[in-house]
């Protein structure tokens, strides 16, 4: 389970608190407009921004106090999810190994995960040889190597366009089912969260809402959600 | 975040620079307790500051017009020309006195012209010749530092001025950039002529043009008076940093970097201004260009006859170099590592001071606190390496910052992500993405080391001496062409190792 415990952030003027928690194995949205402090939340379940108050915690664990790369966590940012100087394998091997001494046995396992995500035979090339799609798939392979229990996404594949974002965001999902991993992604896009998410937090006004059933949620939207839908 | 061994070991490193240089200075006062300044201490007090602010005005007064005309027009040659503003930056000073010395002195050309037509010989020596060779020094620097300042101005503005049908944009667009660049040019170009050496050795000298630098270099080496050369260090000192204190509340133009040839923003007029320009632009570029040609011309004929003893100054100012702009660039990528994230005031303070001191006074200071210890012979190298590595962290503490930055901004979360850092991460990330100003900043820390003459010139013995003080020596001894040739030398080696450096940094960036 994923518990945030009372917690609460401060920036500047900015606030935003949050008590709630998911099941393991939930895909989770947090939906919200430009501003409103989903991705604040989302930093801080990756341990780049302290909390002002509260906890969080992870299977009962506190992993507040944590580093981000000690936190049961992995993420895929909006972009610079890969480092432009480095292969696709030492991308990935950074995942497995941060000095790069990479052994027999994780070759074949970075090669094996290339190989998943269509990207066979890539591994030398670097970031600005591919595409954008085959970027966003590569990026996905570094997490998949960190195989951490919570993934988070922040509007990733965004600069892709709509419609490789939605291809990567379905291979997110089915790669995330077969291994249980709980997902948290962030998105301004009620179209993401419906097609993607089982569950919604609305996130506006420096508040964090309850989690959701998204088809309820969006079947019978309750007064935030219809100012956010403009509808 | 920087991790913490970085943020340790730079705050010790600041440490180290505070109390190098402060230290230093407090040896200086304290030796120099209850000395008084004499009549000739107080005309090299008045001949620094005079020939400074001779110095500053001439450059900036006259950067104005070069880089306007620069700025407004368009021929071949004009990204070489920017360019070749550069190269005052990199040449060892003592090569450029030679160069200007074959076109002004005594026997140079000009003279030879004058003389020709039955005119009176000009004497290039005293304070024409010490504001001559910083003019020919910093004008260059200044026109690079006001081009980047109308590159600055937004087209926009200069289309307004035209649509407004203002008669010219100078009042309301330039002279506003010009009022914000100036000063700190102006500053800048005065705290390199408050310290500059080896000009008033060469040129300057005698009871009406001795710098506090040369009076400091006459009392420790000829008059080995140790509290006089004290006593004039520390005055040299205070004069520093007062003009440090002046220039931190205006802002530092850098100076690098200019030229893009982008579309042309400024208005070109036509008519007689346009002769105006080209003449502006024709005769900055003789200025600088030909001391350049002179140094080649007299260098080149005795470049295969000279001796073991240059060959070996030269080995030796090489791998010094190498090491200070080691050094340099180790403490100025630790200093900028932690200044982007951590305690950002006290190492920008620590990496910025070396320019409140001088390699004299910085050397004078050492040697009074060594001199108990160890034979100012024993201490000529090492000093000499330390001094240069000190003097050129600034220049690179301010190259790097912006990079480190950005660095910091693009890759720190995705590094922390993965948990890269360490040795790890400077190897992986930091070293791969800054290997271009590394390089670049490299390459001027060993350039500025390989033509120092500073320190050396005060502790050298027998067979210590750099290229440059070799073609001091040289000169003095009126042994022209060897002199030429090691000076063709001189800067060759200097420019070589910039080069390789620079190039260096560009291959391996990614």
Redesign the interface.
Known sequence: MLHLDHVTLEQGSFRLTANWAIEKGTRLALLGGSGAGKSSLLMALAGFLPLQSGRILWAGQDISGLEPAARPVSILFQDQNLFPHLTLVQNLGLALNPRLRLTDVDRSRIEAVLDRLGLSGLGPRKPADLSGGQQGRAALGRVLLQSREVLLLDEPFAALGPALKTDLLALVAELASASGTTVVMVTHDPADARRFADQVVLVHDGLTEPPAATAALFADPPEALRAYLGS | MADRPVQVSALALSGLIMTLVLGTALALFAQAKGLSLRPADWSAIRFTVLQALLSTGFSCLLAIPVARALIRRRFPGRAALIVLMGAPFLLPVIVAVLGLLSLYGRNGVLNLALQAVGLPAVSVYGLKGVVLAHVFFNLPLATRMLLNGWQAIPAERFRLAQTLGLPSPFRHVEWPMLRAVLPGAALAIFLVCLTSFVVALTLGGGPRATTLELAIYQALRFDFDPGRAALLAAVQFALCILAVALAARVTLPMGLGAGQDRALAVPAPRGWRRLADALVIGLAALFLMLPLAFILIDGLPGLARLGPTVWQAALRSVWMAAISASLAVSAALMLTLAAATGARRLIEVAAMLPMATSGLVLGTGLFLLLRGFARPEALALPVTIGVNALMALPFLFRLLLPEVRILQA??D??A??????G???LR??TL??LARPLGLGAGLAAALAMGDLGVIALFAGDGQATLPLMVQRLAGAYRMEEASAAALLLVGLSFALFALCDLGGRRAA?
Do not use: E, I, S, T
């Open positions: 693009d890759y979360r995705l922390q992500a993965v948990g890269l850092k040795w790890a991460r992986w990330l791969p993405r990614p």
